[in-house]
RNA sequence: CGGGGAGUAGUUCAGUUGGCUAGAACGCUGCGUUUGGGACGCAGAGGCCGCAGGUUCAAGUCCUGUCUCCCCGACCA
């Protein structure tokens, strides 16, 4: 796997993800699969994710709620093609009470308690939230109406994998309600905008973001959008969406609204979100054989001071430790102290490695002689002897560096895995050979999509702007086509 | 749901044509020596060999059934 990075197959996680999850160890016989720990240091990545990205939302005008976990059957009957595309995934709670069995040693559903109506656990909160909207809206006083929820959501997929495509996964979903259907689109493409700053700013991740192709849309959606990674393995990597919903789902819940001339009409609305799969697309982007690589303005530690002392100089050793650290975190957040004296320090270097932890300081002795401490960098193992008085604004450098860093070699990793190809001959051989992002003309019929699909096991991924009403012909079938799309072997 | 593979210690796995008290490495516990790149020595704890049935003097090993997990597909964020 050299090479490749972090890849989501479990010989691969069981390795590498040690401090960020671990498969959930449910009931003996039970189909439940795909459900997931998340240990503290991957959580803490996770709500240093939410921290950030939270304050983007509410800076767009958002305000976050809390709608119900379980959603009543019928609610799922009221949007046809949202209904369709999530009949599938469903878990469904029938009963509310268990009984001791018959046998003493266990409980049984007991059967007096099944419910009238079923409840879904939620797939995604379209159908409550506008079923709450219907109430909410009435003048055109009151939209935009934007609502976000950071919530769980639950999907039985048939196949699972670590991180992004778990049974039970944590995300963000944002709802908006607007007059016109102009406002609502650009609604959509701030949102998707909002995703594409953040992944940038903070994953140090660049990516391609656009249409969805209409076999690829949200079920329910007029338009999905889509924002989509390469990872070093050659596959690519959806990790957040924005929809146009259009008006379909107002029109299903009754959401309606007296506009300013008087006339009861039906509001535009959206939704986007993100989940903990932007994790997974953020470890497998920067991570080496040597374990995670986290941008520092996503890790949750950034720097990890390591002393190196004996029984004899242990107490000088820590003391000069702390009070650099203390300097430090008056310029730094999140620095920590490894005096842990039960495990040596190449053990410890090389933990600290595993976990991701962009800058390690070293003190011993030696440096404390010259009043230097060595600062070694995770993304590129440079060494580097920095006197005290500096280190901290040295450090706080270093780690804009390390930033800046990784999101240019995610950029150049993005570039160079994408490849136009003029026909179909040279879109097989590059996705066979190292895949990536193939940019090609397609005249937008499934059935060319299809085919494509089953020669190359490509799918595709968006229109870019690049892309937009760029003539040519269609890579498959040799039709004129109006764009030029993107394709890729996702995950 | 189709194709392939695997279930033995906390983890990763050995375990021969059925044969004695089921093993290793790592991890864990204790003591000592160590500590600038995953330390070492000694002592120890830890097992319903996935589950149920069968064949046999004897089953981790053979047979039948069953459950679960992993990989590759189909489906999807």
């Given at each position: 796997m050299s090479n490749k990075g972090i890849t989501p197959r479990e010989e691969d996680y069981s390795q590498w993800y040690f401090d960020i999850l671990e498969r959930a160890e449910l009931a003996e016989n039970s189909s439940v699969r795909g459900c997931m720990v998340i240990k503290p240091y991957g959580y803490a990545i996770w709500e240093n994710i939410q921290k950030n990205l939270d304050k983007m939302i509410k800076d767009a005008g958002v305000k976050n709620a809390y709608f119900p976990l379980f959603i009543p059957k019928s609610f799922f009957s009221k949007e046809a093609s949202h209904v369709k595309g999530f009949a599938k995934e469903c878990a469904i709670v029938t009963h509310y009470r268990l009984k001791e069995n018959e046998a003493g040693d266990g409980v049984e559903v007991d059967e007096n308690s099944k419910l009238e109506e079923e409840l879904v656990v939620r797939p995604t909160s379209e159908t409550i939230m506008y079923d709450t909207f219907s109430r909410w809206v009435?003048?055109?006083?009151?939209?935009p109406l934007k609502i976000n929820q950071w919530a769980n959501i639950v999907r039985w997929e048939r196949r699972t994998r670590p991180f992004l495509r778990t049974t039970e996964f944590l995300w963000q979903e944002g709802h908006t309600v607007h007059s016109t259907h102009e406002e609502s689109v650009q609604e959509v493409m701030d949102r998707l905008e909002m995703y594409v700053q953040f992944a940038r700013d903070f994953l140090a991740m660049e990516t391609y973001h656009g249409r969805k192709s209409e076999s690829e849309k949200f079920a329910g959606a007029v338009n999905t959008y889509g924002v989509e990674a390469m990872m070093q393995d050659g596959k690519a990597l959806q990790f957040g969406t924005s929809h146009d919903l259009g008006q379909n789902f107002a029109k299903a819940f009754g959401i309606q609204f007296t506009d300013t001339d008087g006339e009861t009409k039906l509001p535009w609305q959206t939704s986007w979100g993100v989940s903990t799969r932007m994790m997974g697309a953020l470890i497998m982007t920067h991570s080496d054989d040597n374990g995670l690589v986290l941008p520092p303005n996503i890790a949750p530690i950034k720097v990890v001071v390591v002393p190196i002392f004996n029984n004899e100089n242990k107490e000088k050793v820590l003391s000069v430790a702390s009070e650099i650290v203390k300097s430090l975190k008056k310029e730094v957040d999140a620095v920590e102290l490894d005096e842990r004296d039960f495990v040596s320090p190449g053990f410890k270097f090389n933990e600290w490695e595993k976990k991701g932890v962009p800058v390690r300081i070293e003190i011993g002795e030696r440096d404390i002689e010259s009043n230097n401490s060595v600062v070694v960098r995770r993304d590129t193992g440079e060494k580097e002897s920095i006197g005290y008085e500096i280190l901290a604004s040295k450090v706080s450098d270093i780690l804009s560096q390390i930033q800046e860093n990784l999101l240019s070699k995610s950029k150049d990793n993005l570039v160079s895995k994408t490849h136009r190809v003029a026909d179909f001959e040279e879109m097989k051989s590059v996705l066979k050979g190292d895949g990536g992002f193939v940019l090609t003309g397609w005249c937008g019929s499934e059935d060319c999509e299809n085919s494509i699909k089953y020669y190359t096991k490509a799918t595709t991924m968006c229109l870019i702007k690049d892309g937009e009403g760029k003539k040519g012909r269609c890579v498959y079938c040799g039709k004129e086509s109006n764009d030029e799309w993107l394709f890729a072997k996702a995950y």
């Open positions: 009435s003048s055109w006083r009151d939209l």
